[in-house]
């Protein structure tokens, strides 16, 4: 997504807007509270929430934005649909959710959940005037990380999740983390749907940034020598 001013107002704020800032507010301070006891792991986290919380109250007016409920259920479903696995499982089966007792593992796994939250914090921080769960264009976003990836909050869920998968790996979490992935595949489709309705330009940004990481012609042209003048 490319930034672009909004010529648009500011309009009072829809319910929708104070109900998803209630919402994830509430989840962040259920995080603070979890992470004076469960460890500083937890606060990148709750940094992501507040953030997110905080992103429903700053973002700017819907351009356009796609009717009907399976856009809406695979935006919602790809949001909750791992952490809901999670709640169920550390109640209900915990043993889908035991420790790996590779230690290495285990340190790795940590080590790319942590990368892949400070990661999601910048980007949602770079999107906060357009953020939206369901898909809703407000404008282009291509500063920062969006440079590099035109969805780089869901890169940055992947090595969340590929952390999690290698600390916690079980048959169970990964027929999970499979079935998100193939949701945001979904959920993808159809925000880029409505970027390109709203948006003529974001063809161009979409034909030559890649989805998840740079395309070979980006990698080319950042390490592509600058022309010498003689």
């Known amino acids: 997504m490319a930034t672009c001013t909004s010529s648009l107002a500011q309009t009072p704020h829809h319910w929708t807007d104070w109900a998803g800032f209630v919402f994830f507010l509430g989840m962040a301070a259920l995080l603070f509270r979890r992470s004076m006891t469960a460890g500083f792991m937890l606060f990148p986290i709750f940094l992501h929430e507040g953030m997110v919380a905080f992103s429903f109250l700053l973002r700017r007016p819907a351009r356009r934005e796609l009717e009907g409920w399976k856009p809406r259920i695979a935006a919602y479903a790809g949001t909750f649909f791992v952490l809901s696995f999670a709640i169920a499982a550390s109640s209900l089966y915990p043993g889908w959710l035991r420790p790996s007792p590779d230690k290495l593992l285990v340190a790795a796994g940590y080590l790319c959940w942590l990368s ?3 990661v999601s914090v910048w980007t949602t921080w770079r999107l906060r005037h357009s953020f939206s769960l369901t898909p809703q264009a407000r ?8 440079r590099i990836a035109r969805h780089p ?10 952390g ?3 600390a916690f790996h079980s048959l169970a979490l990964t027929f999970v983390l499979l079935t998100w992935f193939a949701l945001t595949l ?13 948006f003529p330009e974001y063809a161009e940004y979409q034909s030559r940034v890649g989805m998840f990481g ?3 012609s980006q990698l ?11």
Do not use: N
């Open 116 to 118: 892949g939250v400070l």
């Open 139 to 146: 404008e282009i976003v291509t500063s920062g990380p969006y």
């Open 153 to 162: 909050i869901y890169t940055a869920y992947i090595v969340q999740y590929l």
């Open 164 to 166: 999690f998968w290698l």
């Open 186 to 198: 979904v959920r993808i489709r159809y925000e880029e749907l409505v970027l390109s309705r709203a």
């Open 214 to 216: 740079p395309r070979f």
């Open 220 to 230: 080319v042209k950042m390490h592509k020598p600058a022309s010498v003048l003689p």
